[in-house]
């Protein structure tokens, strides 16, 4: 295995006081409350924790709080990834600096490089850094799909590309890059309600949203279909279900937030251009709050 980072990885919100500083006691709390509930490796700064609104100061602050808070009870990943090869690569040199176990490096956005492009950026950043690196292919934010072929080609190249999570839903894609890559690179699953069914096709975890709210029930849903207890796993697909697309009425982390102030975890505090929920949509988060989840 290229990479120790758990099934269960959890893309932390990021907390912020009133005046929309990051409140650093509240990341130590939600840290800590994440470990304790399922959690196997927290990931600052990715799109959960709002990187894009974050200065990289700040996402080295976050990640070296955590990492006193959770000690070594998990491990933990940072979001380095940059529509910058240069930037990409010198945030990954700080995250090892700074003590990450593994980093997320995301496809360049917005500038709709070619595969062979991303084949240099990934190259770029492999380069630059021991630790073992997540691919990120999120289609929907980046404006372009990493081939499984390119993905392969990366994992044949560099022994740290050690990873992939997947947000797309093109369950097909995940079947191509289970084949085409070795045995000892993981895929994740980047949607909650999909981590059933691309563990059936050989993904390996979850990098998670819901796993602030239902850690523990998505750890025992991969644990179970491990097992080979299907059937269980699939009952706790459906009851899970409606809090994996709940989380996401409202761009992400939006719903997150509003839900971890109802459980008075953290402020729904979130940085422009996200705005906090209309009470409408507290309504209906509240609602899949209420249910039991036990």
Do not use: C, W
């Amino acid at each position: 295995m290229r990479i120790n980072v758990g099934e269960v990885v959890t893309a932390m919100a990021t907390p912020f006081n009133d005046n929309l500083e990051i409140d650093y006691g509240a990341a130590e709390k939600l840290a800590n409350h994440l470990v304790d509930n399922g959690t196997d490796a927290v990931l600052v700064a990715g799109t959960t924790g709002e990187s894009p609104t974050l200065t990289h100061e700040e996402e080295l602050k976050l990640l070296k709080t955590v990492k006193n808070a959770v000690g070594n009870r998990a491990k933990l990943v940072m979001g380095a990834g940059s529509n910058s090869t240069q930037t990409a690569v010198e945030m990954s040199k700080k995250a090892e600096e700074a003590g990450a176990d593994a980093i997320l490096s995301v496809v360049p956005y917005y500038n709709k490089p070619s595969q062979k492009g991303l084949i240099e950026h990934f190259s770029q950043v492999a380069k630059a850094t021991e630790l073992p690196i997540i691919l990120y292919n999120i289609p929907g934010r980046t404006g372009i799909n990493m081939l499984p072929e390119t993905i392969a080609e990366l994992a044949s190249r560099h022994a740290n590309i050690a990873a992939v999570k997947q947000s797309n839903p093109d369950l097909d894609l995940v079947t191509e890059i289970a084949i085409k890559t070795p045995d000892d690179f993981l895929i994740y699953s980047g949607d909650d309600s999909l981590t059933l069914p691309m563990l059936s096709l050989g993904a390996y975890g979850v990098i998670s949203v819901a796993s602030h709210l239902i850690g523990k029930q998505i750890k025992q849903m991969i644990t179970e279909f491990k097992q080979g207890n299907v059937k269980e796993a699939v009952q706790l697909q459906h009851k899970l279900y409606p809090m994996f697309k709940t989380l996401f009425i409202a761009p992400n982390p939006t719903p997150l937030k509003a839900a971890l102030q109802e459980i008075n975890l953290i402020k729904e505090n979130v940085r422009p251009p996200l705005v906090v929920l209309s009470e409408e949509e507290k309504n209906k988060l509240r609602g899949v709050l209420n249910l039991n989840y036990a």
